[in-house]
């Protein structure tokens, strides 16, 4: 998957965090939702984003391995 093709870093949008194209919704709110336990069907429906799809979903979770598989991390900064 390219989540590229869902996901946009734009200094301009969101306040330059990472959201999902054409939605102004960041990624991280979504991830925290799936923290919480609220299952992605209940993410994309009526209560929360259903300008969202799976898809949508899948890119943040590809985003958020890929950012923690790139970046190094010490003790001292692994929760910053």
């Not at 965090?17 to 709110?29: H, N, S």
């Not at 984003?49 to 970046?71: D, F, G, N, V």
Request: net charge neutral; glycine share 4%.
């Amino acid at each position: 998957m390219n989540f590229a093709d869902y996901i946009a870093v734009d200094p301009n949008i969101c306040h330059g965090k990472p959201c999902f194209k054409g939605a102004r919704i960041i990624v991280y709110l979504v991830l925290e939702l799936l923290e919480a336990g609220v299952p992605i069907e209940e993410i994309i429906g009526p209560n929360y984003y259903p300008q969202l799809t799976r898809k949508h979903i899948e890119a943040a979770l590809h985003y958020a391995s890929q950012l923690l598989k790139t970046r190094e991390y010490t003790s001292q900064n692994a929760f910053r």
